[in-house]
């Protein structure tokens, strides 16, 4: 069982790993999507570069949602996916950086989960939050169904780019 205390914190553990790889693979499709939208949905127009970390690209598909006609099929599904994906984030950053507070071995394991509300105040305020294996299990399944429907919008973004093309080759060729 070492390092464990007990199996209910080994599993606490094991779905907090479930949950950042699953995070990870989450945002890749993130990155790609924002690729995508930047390449073939002219999304420079929106932005100079594409951004790379999380609330910048939170930020540039929800504007790029509102601003490009290529996005607007998509544009309600990309505003709550990205309001979503924001929301979940908080969480994966407690549980990826929070530091454990709890001075006592409980079972089953839970977790108080502690960071500074300000990193410029060393000293100052923390935000705690009571982290149980439940919610972890939630969050984990929450974060993986965002992944695929972030696949999923740029399969439909494809799609219609497809018909794009095979459309002007059709009138290109029809003349």
């Known amino acids: ?73 998509e544009k309600d599904e990309i505003v709550a996916l990205m309001d979503a994906l924001r929301k979940a984030s908080e969480f994966r950053h ?17 977790a108080y989960l502690s960071k500074p509300k300000d990193r410029k105040i060393p000293d100052g305020q923390h935000i705690t939050m009571r982290v149980t294996q439940e919610q972890i299990e939630a969050q984990y399944h929450e974060v993986g169904l965002m992944g695929l429907c972030i696949l999923g919008c740029m399969s439909r973004l494809m799609s219609n780019l497809e018909n794009e093309i095979a459309k002007r080759e059709l009138a290109k060729h029809s003349r």
Not at 4 to 12: G, Q
Not at 103 to 108: G, L, Q, S, T
Request: proline share 6%; glycine share 6%; charged share 25%.
């Open 1 to 73: 069982m070492f390092p464990f205390h007990s199996e209910s914190e080994r599993d606490w553990f094991a779905w907090s790993g479930l949950l950042i790889s699953t995070w990870s693979a989450t945002e890749l499709s993130l990155g790609s999507l924002i690729d995508f939208v930047y390449r073939f949905c002219d999304g420079q127009t929106v932005e100079a570069e594409p951004p790379l970390n999380l609330e910048r690209r939170i930020k540039f598909l929800q504007r790029a949602a509102g601003k490009l006609p290529k996005l607007a099929g």
């Open 94 to 110: 407690m549980t990826v950086h929070g530091t454990d507070r709890n001075i006592y071995k409980a079972d089953p394991h839970f």
